[in-house]
């Protein structure tokens, strides 16, 4: 459909629209983003815009992404970054606890009744 001259045109159009893209696109959110999709649709010449993802193929990296959070969560854990922030073993604990309040809640409410 198109050359190899208007495919030039066209792709020296492109990236001179979006030029200034990644910069504006960065400005909407509160931290960096790394990488950017972008879906594009072309009709007679001219580019329309559909949308952007910030985690494009993502389910490539997913296994070594899940172990770099891991490691991160090990570390705000283990140098106590947050206060509130509770082991597995801690927060099963805490909701046991929690539901023996409200059992014994339950059982008050009862006898007052």
Known sequence: MYGEEEGREL???????LKGFPKK???LFDFNVSTVAIDLG???GKFHFFEANTFPCGTFARGEIALLRAAHAKYLYENK????LLS???LVSKLKDQDKEIK???DDLK???
């Open 42 to 44: 072309l009709d007679r």
């Open 81 to 84: 970054l947050n206060k509130n």
């Open 111 to 113: 006898n007052i009744r």
């Open 25 to 27: 696109f960065e400005s």
């Open 104 to 106: 014994r809640l339950k």
């Open 88 to 90: 597995y073993q801690e």
């Open 11 to 17: 792709l020296k159009d492109l990236k001179a629209e």
